[in-house]
């Protein structure tokens, strides 16, 4: 037998919606409070982190904490000119110590800058930098300074610059035109087993023998 009309028209197109136990419920909201904190909670942390000042660079690292040459490579420095004397070949130091902003204006150079490519590092990556490198030209009798590897001034059949080289390894420098990636022929320097990266940590090479 057919419904009645009134009772079909009061159920067509209901649905009842499913039913949610009490617990379930609480779970619910419980998840979403739990993933409110979290939100909260990362914002606070990066607002923390954004509010932190920049470390302080070590004051070891500072370019102002050397400003002369290493006392054990300016001995040697000497002891260089005094030895090339005596076999008849005059040598000048024409640089030693270089401050981290030198080097940024003499990497400039041949760059931005009017001038011949001289090095290619910047401020900090040069031993220089550090007190540990010095760099040499050859003297004529007439006091002219040259930069010429083939002159035999002592006239004894063989480069002075490279008798200067051969002097200047005796007494520990290497020297920078045994480079193979940049050679820097005037360079000599002593590292006394200290890399770039170790002296920019701060770590220092000893000043007395």
Do not use: C
Not at 85 to 99: A, C, H, N, V
Not at 155 to 174: P, Q, R, S, Y
Not at 199 to 204: N, Y
């Amino acid at each position: 037998m057919l419904e009645p009309m009134s009772r079909r028209e009061a159920t067509v197109g209901r649905i009842n919606p499913p039913y949610m136990r009490p617990a379930q419920k609480r779970n619910k909201v419980m998840t979403s409070l739990i993933l409110i904190a979290i939100i909260i909670m990362g914002w606070r942390w990066i607002d923390s982190i954004q509010d932190q000042p920049a470390p302080a660079a070590p004051e070891a690292a500072r370019s102002t904490s050397i400003t002369s040459l290493n006392p054990i490579v300016a001995q040697k420095a000497d002891a260089l000119v005094a030895q090339t004397s005596k076999i008849g070949i005059k040598i000048l130091i024409t640089d030693d110590f270089r401050s981290s902003e030198e080097q940024n204006v003499l990497y400039k150079q041949g760059r931005s800058e009017p001038g011949q490519v001289v090095t290619n590092v910047k401020g900090g990556a040069s031993f220089h930098n550090y007190g540990l490198a010095v760099d040499f030209a050859l003297v004529k009798p007439d006091g002219d300074v040259i930069w010429d590897m083939k002159y035999d001034g002592n006239g004894n059949g063989k480069a002075d610059w490279m008798e200067v080289v051969t002097t200047a390894k005796k007494l520990g420098f290497t020297w920078g035109g045994d480079w193979t990636s940049f050679k820097d022929y005037p360079h000599l320097q002593m590292d006394f087993g200290y890399s770039i990266k170790d002296l920019q940590k701060g770590k220092r090479p000893p000043t007395a023998e």
